[in-house]
């Protein structure tokens, strides 16, 4: 017997070499194959970097697929489930897709980078869902996965860093706004998108200007105390922000092999990404259905009580078990307690009152707590300055 | 308003069949054909001058009886000739023959002439039960509602019926190939490959290849569809197309011949109509297709008007076949070495040994042309003198082992084949080259072209287990609908398949009058 491990051995971004440079706790996870920080020097204050300076995120190992030809926007039409026409040139759209049972496959953000030219950046491989949504369709796929490399730069003073760089009027750029620049002699696209809910950018530079973007953000940002953060801290922002992770809130429907655990966009929340008006999309005869019929699961966002993360709890309500918790977390900048989690139908409500069943332990003494929580409507840290154009001075 | 309550793609026996019942209903059909005759693979043409052919199927051998009584068939012209008794050729003049549960000749013994009426009793109860599915709508096994567990229990009182060893034997088998079960069973290697022979003709196939018993079973289910036989349409196959126009239309149903759908209507969210050739465009509360599933999803509906699931659904559905059709004009009765003048009548079949059979899907597979063939011979002018001109006779054949497309092309192919089948047959008819007059070799490109079916597939869409029953044509589009609303099949592609059988047409129709969707 080899004591050889069969896993394939994980890859390392272009970043690499900066990255582990950075990473004093030496705390490494595998994020899709690649080999990433789960933190680089504490967790909390990598958190407050994206809350009150600037954070930097690695996020080269998101997979990327460039969509061209005369059927782009009709093949994306199809594929996505909102109304892809929508999405300007030099814009960016949250979507999610389905299979034909009208389960979620995958959510991401789709570039519009020309009248026939779209990224999907998704957090799922997908080459196998686009190649066959090809079928009858005249377009192009390139997996663009290992030619993009890039960096989530969020936080308040995000924006003053990159204009240093060069980003030149950066602040009049919109939300899901995309700006092109060149750094070093090769292009470089800014998109004001993020996963941490405040004002934030990520950038996207061929791998070969990865290294020397990274040295002159961080040399540039000194001074607006510009910290590289890792899986965690991430973690913490985008549930206080209140966004969905593929593997974690849902489960890829492609990767599902027992019955009924896949989740519908209704299901998720996400009924608003859903747009019947527009013509066939992949999985839309089973959501009109679905829509008729009602769903089975709400999701919910829970303000539960007391600072014990309701991690992997069930959801009570009265005697009778009624959801489980996908995601929770105690958030610094809300202060507040939140859970998200799936609730059976027709409980989970906007008001609803329900019980967590937290398990925490304290050396090795466990002890079980029951939290009332409540569903609110929406994430609890909601910051203005996600939304303000020209972005704010810090 | 719509023009119609449904319009039948195809004016094959399926879709006429789906017609009439839909007809007698009280509905308001129309049955869209491009060809200029009604029948679909139910055709005949004159190949030769005054040589009339069955130029697609060629014998009725598991045509559902009861149709012929709900639609009064033979009143609407449909005449039979007398059941045959099949012949396998050997080469020395002694000949096996296969008439019912007996077998004699060519030297075979008492072991397997015992074993061949065991296998035959195993094969008659597998059938049997196959049967019960082939007459209602294929249950689904997850989604079950009570007409599905009806089915699922019958099937399931059948399968105790059965017995132990049988049902165990059928576990066993059904899966696997005929090669194995003809070992199993059998030492005389004719009677191997002659019962092998029903196992892939018709297929992309041979011998070794799974799902050849599946496909031998379904065949045999001709003999409980209330059929006795392997018989010959009186007036050659187009004699039987017109007996159920002839009866579509005295239901009430309207047929309309060439007039070739170019697309399938779909708006929103549901199909609502078709355009024709002309530009014509005709609506319809549902569009109901007997053309093969590749053509109805892929060329008249369009892999864009789907959702991408289904689009690899379609594109991953088997529609090949290596079977052609050998048709020959000849001057004279031929003369086969070892038979009888009267012996000439029945079905005579030629084949190689099983392992020979096995290695002619080689070239198949490689779009090569193969030196080995089966063939699977008529000569209906003998029952049937008015086909050929006074004194002459026509030969056909479903030979096997025909690529779809060889590499060489068909121009420079064709020739090859036809002298290299010729050459073949001269071992068991001497002489018979010099008696041909008039030639033709229809391929299954050219069936494609022809009749439509896809990869000139007869079952429009390989019969295998994963395109069977509640998975026929594929998962999503079963029980007659498809996963587009307003769009159905009654087709081959639709369950339980194909060969001249009906019940695909009978059970669509008899489906969407039952769930209202007319």
């Given at each position: ?80 489930t909102r ?11 949250y979507a999610i897709?389905c ?5 979620v496959?995958?959510d ?136 969905l992770?593929?593997?974690?809130d849902f ?12 989740r519908s966009p209704f299901e998720l929340g996400l009924g608003w990404l859903v ?24 999701f ?95 | ?518």
């Amino acid at each position: 017997m080899s004591d050889v491990s069969r896993d394939t051995m994980l890859l390392t971004t272009p970043f690499h070499s900066r990255v582990e440079a950075m990473c004093d706790l030496n705390d490494w996870g595998n994020w899709m194959g690649y080999t990433t920080p789960n933190a680089y020097f504490d967790v909390e204050l990598e958190y407050f970097a994206v809350r009150s300076t600037t954070g930097v995120f690695d996020l080269s190992p998101m997979n990327k697929y460039r969509v061209t030809g005369p059927d782009a926007q009709r093949y994306m039409d199809r594929l996505i489930t909102r109304d892809v026409s929508k999405i300007g040139v030099d814009r960016v759209g949250y979507a999610i897709w389905c299979d034909d049972n009208g389960q979620v496959m995958d959510d991401g953000t789709i570039f519009r980078l020309g009248e026939q030219d779209y990224r999907i950046c998704s957090y799922q491989r997908a080459d196998d869902w686009l190649a066959w949504n090809t079928l009858g369709f005249d377009v192009t796929i390139e997996n663009e996965s290992e030619s993009v490399a890039g960096l989530a730069v969020q936080g308040p003073t995000s924006c003053t860093v990159l204009t240093l760089l060069g980003c030149t009027d950066l602040n009049q750029l919109k939300p899901f706004g995309i700006a092109h620049y060149s750094f070093e002699g090769r292009p470089l696209m800014v998109s004001r998108t993020g996963f941490t809910g405040d004002l934030g950018y990520e950038v996207w530079v061929p791998p070969e200007s990865a290294e020397a973007l990274w040295d002159q953000l961080f040399e540039l940002g000194r001074d607006y105390l510009i910290k590289p953060i890792g899986s965690y801290a991430l973690e913490l922002a985008r549930i206080e922000a209140g966004f969905l992770q593929a593997n974690v809130d849902f489960m890829p429907a492609e990767e599902v092999v027992r019955v009924g655990r896949t989740r519908s966009p209704f299901e998720l929340g996400l009924g608003w990404l859903v747009d019947f008006k527009k013509p066939l999309f992949n999985g839309r005869s089973a959501l009109l259905k679905e829509q008729e019929k009602g769903s089975r699961y709400r999701f919910a966002m829970l303000d539960v009580e007391g600072n014990k993360p309701a991690e992997h709890s069930f959801i009570l309500k009265g005697d009778k078990q009624v959801g489980t918790v996908t995601s929770a977390a105690w958030c610094p900048t809300a202060k507040a307690n939140i859970a998200y989690a799936q609730i059976e139908m027709p409980h989970g409500a906007v008001g609803d009152e329900l019980v967590a069943e937290i398990y925490y332990q304290r050396e090795l003494h466990w002890t079980r707590l029951l939290a009332p929580c409540r569903v609110i409507d929406t994430p609890i840290f909601k910051s203005p300055k996600r939304w303000q154009t020209p972005a704010p001075p810090h | 308003m719509t023009d119609y309550d449904a319009i039948i793609i195809g004016a094959g026996h399926n879709g006429l069949i789906c017609a009439s019942y839909l007809a007698k209903a009280g509905k308001n059909v129309l049955v869209l054909d491009a060809r200029n005759e009604p029948g679909g693979c139910a055709s005949t043409r004159e190949f030769a001058p005054g040589h009339h052919v069955s130029d697609c199927a060629q014998w009725l051998s598991q045509f559902d009886q009861s149709i012929v009584k709900d639609l009064d068939l033979k009143a609407a012209g449909l005449k039979l000739g007398t059941p045959k008794t099949t012949i396998s050729l050997q080469s020395d003049g002694d000949h096996l023959v296969l008439d019912g549960d007996t077998i004699s000749g060519a030297g075979v013994d008492s072991a397997d002439q015992a074993a061949y009426r065991d296998f035959k009793k195993m094969v008659r109860s597998f059938a049997k039960l196959m049967t019960t599915l082939y007459r209602s709508r294929p249950p689904k096994l997850v989604e079950q509602n009570w007409t599905d567990r009806l089915t699922l229990m019958k099937l399931g009182l059948g399968l105790k019926l059965l017995g132990r060893e049988r049902l165990r034997d059928l576990m066993r088998i059904v899966m696997i190939n005929i090669y194995d079960v003809m070992n199993e069973h059998f030492s005389h290697a004719a009677l191997k490959s002659a019962i092998a022979l029903d196992a892939v003709t018709g297929t992309n196939m041979g011998p070794r290849s799974p799902n050849t018993v599946y496909s031998y079973l379904h065949r045999a289910t001709g003999e409980h569809l209330g059929q006795s036989g392997t018989t010959q349409v009186l007036g050659g196959m187009g004699a039987f197309g017109r007996s159920l126009a002839t009866a579509a239309e005295k239901c009430g149903a309207n047929i309309q011949l060439d007039s070739a759908v170019t697309a399938i209507v779909k708006t929103e969210d549901r199909v609502t109509g078709v355009t024709l050739d002309s530009g014509e465009q005709i609506s319809a509360k549902l569009v109901i297709s007997s053309a093969d599933p590749a053509t109805t999803f892929r060329r008249l509906l369009g892999y864009h008007q789907m959702e991408a699931g289904m689009a690899k659904r379609v594109e991953c559905y088997r529609s090949r076949s290596g079977t052609a059709k050998l048709h020959l004009a000849l001057s004279g009765l031929p003369s086969f070495t070892g038979l009888s003048e009267g012996q000439l009548t029945e079905r005579l079949v030629i084949t190689p040994p099983m392992d020979g059979m096995e290695t002619a899907l080689n070239p198949m597979k490689y779009r090569e042309l193969s030196d080995l063939h089966t063939f699977d011979i008529s000569i209906p002018t003998l029952e049937d003198p008015g086909l050929a001109p006074q004194g002459q006779h026509s030969l056909t054949a479903i030979v096997h082992y025909v690529p779809y497309e060889p590499d060489i092309g068909w121009e420079a192919g064709k020739p090859q084949l036809l002298s290299q089948l010729i050459s073949e047959l001269e071992g068991y008819a001497p002489g018979i080259g010099a008696l041909i007059t008039a030639s033709e070799l229809v391929v299954p490109s050219d069936f494609e072209a022809s009749h439509g079916m896809t990869g000139g597939n007869w079952h429009h869409g390989e019969l295998s287990i994963d395109q069977a029953l509640m998975m026929r044509p594929f998962p999503g589009s079963t029980q007659y609908a498809t996963a587009v609303e307003g769009l159905y099949l009654c087709g081959a592609g639709a369950h339980p398949g194909g060969g001249l059988q009906g019940l695909p047409g009978r059970n669509a129709a008899r489906e969407i009058l039952k769930r209202g969707a007319l």
